[in-house]
């Protein structure tokens, strides 16, 4: 079974602090992805790696970077947190696809999500 | 720019009725239409998906219907449970890409009621 872990389910922070949210992933998966789910707008997609130290923002990069120094660790990082980043953050990663990919490639796994507050 | 939009919001369904929940697209590059079902506490974790060849794909009690004319597809829910309460997202992508970019709808809250 794919495993996807998260450094933490519930996160309180302070506003302009540096926050750091960990992903790990079992699965030897090329592709990570972090987003974050708020109520009424879905899960949208923050950034996203297809490979080591690859990244490429996704629709709402703002306030955010990433890390992907090793294969299974995609790491998220707020370089000041604000209270409009308060928010469930969700990893998730995929196989690599390619010209003769199957659905198989699309097929998202999640991590259980980091609950993050800023104060 | 939301690429897709879900619909409803929330549902109450009672035990044994159908669940009908309902996304349409907006860019006809997509050919690959996923849904998504999280339980509280959990990440989502794909549930049953279509390519737009066909009109529909049946897996048990879970039917997604697709209108490619109409940039519009549905999941439909047969004799829902209360077990099937958690929250529904749909979700587009291209598969021309190797990275497997997953947009997705606003998602739908499910409950049904025993």
């Known amino acids: 079974d794919v495993k996807v872990t998260q450094s933490s389910r519930y996160l309180v922070k302070r506003t302009g602090e540096k926050v750091f949210l960990e992903c790990v992933q079992d699965?030897?998966?090329?592709?990570m992805f972090w987003y974050r789910q708020d109520p009424g707008l879905g899960l949208r997609l923050i950034y996203f790696?297809?490979?080591?130290?690859?990244?490429e923002k996704g629709d709402i990069p703002e306030g955010y970077s990433v890390s992907r120094e090793k294969k299974e660790r995609f790491s998220l990082i707020l370089e000041s947190a604000s209270t409009n980043q308060t928010s469930m953050y969700l990893c998730?990663?995929?196989?690599?696809?390619?010209?003769?990919?199957?659905?198989?490639?699309?097929?998202?796994?999640f991590g259980p999500g980091t609950r993050l507050t800023v104060t | 720019q939301q690429q897709v939009k879900q619909s409803p919001q929330s549902l109450i369904v009672q035990k044994g009725g159908i669940s009908i929940i309902n996304c349409a697209y907006e860019?006809?590059?997509?050919?690959?239409f996923p849904w998504y079902q999280q339980f509280p506490g959990k990440g989502p974790a794909l549930l049953i998906a279509?390519?737009?060849?066909?009109s529909e794909k049946k897996e048990g009690r879970f039917t997604i219907s697709f209108n490619k004319s109409a940039k519009q597809f549905s999941l439909h829910i047969m004799d829902s449970q209360p077990g099937d309460s958690a929250t529904y997202f749909c979700?587009?992508?291209?598969?021309?890409?190797?990275?497997?970019?997953?947009?997705f709808g606003q998602g739908t809250i499910l409950t049904v009621h025993p």
């Open positions: 279509i390519r737009p060849d066909v």
């Open positions: 979700a587009a992508s291209i598969r021309g890409t190797s990275y497997g970019k997953l947009t």
């Open positions: 998730a990663s995929s196989p690599k696809g390619g010209l003769r990919i199957s659905e198989k490639t699309y097929e998202q796994y």
């Open positions: 860019n006809t590059a997509f050919d690959y």
């Open positions: 790696s297809y490979d080591v130290k690859m990244k």
């Open positions: 699965m030897d998966h090329e592709n």
